[in-house]
């Protein structure tokens, strides 16, 4: 055994070469199940982590210092056109550190459909049932009492309570949680159960080395395996190259940088599966709907997300389906993601303490046409990547139809006006005026889209013309490659995608110590 440790980049002061079993690059929700399970049987793990390490001592529950040290690129990560907001973790506990806690395990259909269109036969709802099991335990997953919901999300349930749509209190990894409602600027008393305070203080206990503020630049390889990860530690506060490196030796590689960035370290490294690497990415496109209601909402308190429905998930065939959540209203979130300026968002917060928003998530991914986001370099390689969304007419479809549907259940709750997120907003005073959402432009940026679930970009598949990595995540023309986090996803998921990747990587971790050689 190593002796674990957790170093930042203040602490990495000359170059280090380091042997080990297993790399894992990155720690969010995929590398740190995976390096925890590969760490506690027994294999030597060394994790690279980019951004820093950050503690609930820094939690202070404000948006300007989450942003600027807790997400990619400051948060202002967004498709080439701007048309899709990316809201993205870049911390130790990646994602998890500042995301709304919901957890949901994988829908069967999705299951049977990446067996049936992409011959993925090593996942089934049985074969990760252990998985969720030992993950819900071990996190704490449970349903958030009814009495605790908010009442941001209480517009959520009470409008399809209304209506007699689907609706279900969601499940939540935390533990003593005191409803404060800033999880997404990182948990200021450790009750979100995130990698950050379980997995990786577990890992390290038993010997895993992170190496924070370290970037991953390239895989050097030669034929079918990788010899070494080439990395540059980064000033912890500027986040420019210091001019040490961190040369890695291991037996065997994961990549875990998530969707987009792990697409990105492929094809800095020339490993791009003919173009295949980066294609395919799904963003569970989100489009919000504004409510204004006569009492006070204050949905920047409590529990951001505690309610969803399912009831438009499968809408047929040839449609795209879409779930309906609840977003927390703060201020610079919502200044980040408003499509209006000056003025117009002067005076949407005039009725800051009154505005609801509630979401619809496109399930993408699941229909043939669709292309979804690809990702390219760059000049430089290292950040602001090119991702380029195809927008797809049955996105359009189903935004417009999840437009109606949202201002429907709002009004259903007792708003008094809902407006879209358009440049120029339909602003509507009561169901009798929905019709008037088809005559809106729906383009993209005239109608603006935010994302905080990217998945996909390496995808999995049975055949190698058509796939990055193979059914059991190992990259097809390597043999000590392997890409464990959420960009293996074929298509994106109908629900909040941590637990699944959480159950993959914890799935995969037995067959990729077995590979270990
Ligand atoms: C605001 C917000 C709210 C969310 N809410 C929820 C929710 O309620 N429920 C849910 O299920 N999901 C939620 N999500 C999404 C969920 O957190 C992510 O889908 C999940 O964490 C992705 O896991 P991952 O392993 O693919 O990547 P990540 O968790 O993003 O981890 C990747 C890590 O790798 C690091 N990295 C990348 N490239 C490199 C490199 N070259 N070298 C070194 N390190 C690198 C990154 O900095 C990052 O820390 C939310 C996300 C956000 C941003
Ligand atoms: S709502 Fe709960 S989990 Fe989220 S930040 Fe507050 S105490 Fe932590």
Redesign the pocket.
């Known amino acids: 055994m190593i002796d674990g440790a957790i170093l930042t980049g203040d602490e990495l002061k000359s170059d280090v070469v380091v042997d080990c079993d297993v790399c894992v690059?990155?720690?969010?929700?995929?590398?740190a199940w995976l390096a925890h399970e590969l760490v506690k049987q027994g294999k030597r793990v060394v994790m690279?982590?980019?951004?820093g390490h950050h503690t609930r001592r820094e939690f202070d529950m404000t948006e300007a210092r989450a942003f600027s040290t807790l997400y990619q690129e400051l948060g202002n990560r967004a498709t080439d056109d701007l048309a899709i907001t990316i809201?993205?973790?870049?911390?130790v506990g990646?994602?998890?550190t500042?995301?709304?806690?919901?957890?949901?395990r994988t829908p069967d259909r999705i299951l049977n459909h990446w067996r049936d269109v992409h011959g993925i036969d090593t996942l089934s709802p049985e074969i990760l049932a252990p998985h969720f099991e030992a993950i819900e335990k071990r996190l704490h997953i449970a349903a958030w009492p009814e009495a605790m919901m908010n009442a941001n999300n209480r517009v959520l349930w009470d409008g399809c309570g209304a209506l007699g749509y689907e609706r279900q209190m969601l499940r939540r990894n935390v533990n003593a949680c005191l409803n404060l409602g800033t999880c997404?600027m990182g948990c200021p008393v450790d009750a979100k159960q995130s990698m950050l305070v379980t997995m990786i203080p577990d890992a390290v206990e038993a010997g895993l080395q992170v190496y924070a503020n370290?970037?991953?630049r390239s895989l050097r390889w030669t034929g079918r395996r990788v010899e070494a990860v080439v990395?540059e530690v980064l000033n912890p506060v500027t986040n420019r190259p210091t001019g040490v490196a961190v040369t890695v030796k291991p037996k065997l590689v994961c990549v875990?940088?998530?969707?987009i960035?792990s697409p990105a370290?492929l094809l800095r490294s020339g490993l791009e599966a003919q173009g295949r690497v980066g294609e395919r990415t799904w963003v569970h496109p989100a489009l919000i709907s504004l409510g204004r209601f006569e009492r006070q909402i204050k949905a920047y308190e409590g529990a951001p997300?505690s309610v969803s429905s399912h009831h438009f998930f499968d809408r047929g065939p040839g449609k795209m389906g879409f779930f309906i959540e609840v977003p927390p209203i703060h201020p610079m979130l919502t200044a980040v993601v408003l499509p209006t300026n000056g003025p117009d968002t002067q005076e949407q917060f005039r009725h800051y303490l009154n505005l609801n928003a509630t979401l619809a998530l496109m399930v993408d991914g699941l229909l043939p046409e669709e292309q979804g986001a690809t990702v390219r370099l760059r000049s430089n390689g290292y950040s602001r990547f090119s991702i380029n969304y195809h927008f797809s007419e049955a996105l359009w479809e189903a935004c417009k139809t999840a437009q109606r549907e949202l201002a429907r259940i709002q009004f259903a709750a007792g708003a008094i006006e809902v407006q879209t997120f358009h440049q120029r907003p339909v602003v509507m005073k009561s169901v009798d005026e929905l019709y008037r959402i088809d005559d809106a432009m729906w383009e993209p940026t005239r109608v603006k889209l935010t994302t905080?679930?990217?998945l996909g970009g390496c995808s999995m598949g049975r055949d190698a013309a058509t796939s990055v990595v193979d059914p059991t995540l190992r990259f097809h023309t390597m043999d000590n490659l392997f890409v464990v986090?959420?960009?293996v996803l074929p298509t994106s998921l109908g629900v909040?995608?941590?637990?699944t990747?959480f159950a993959i990587a914890r799935w995969a971790a037995k067959h990729i110590g077995q590979a270990v050689s």
């Open positions: 690059i990155g720690s969010g929700s995929g590398g690279l982590e980019e951004g809201l993205q973790g870049r911390s990646g994602g998890t500042v995301n709304w806690t919901t957890s949901f997404g370290t970037s991953a990395a875990s940088g998530g969707a960035n370290l997300q905080a679930h990217q986090d959420g960009s909040n995608p941590q637990e990747i």
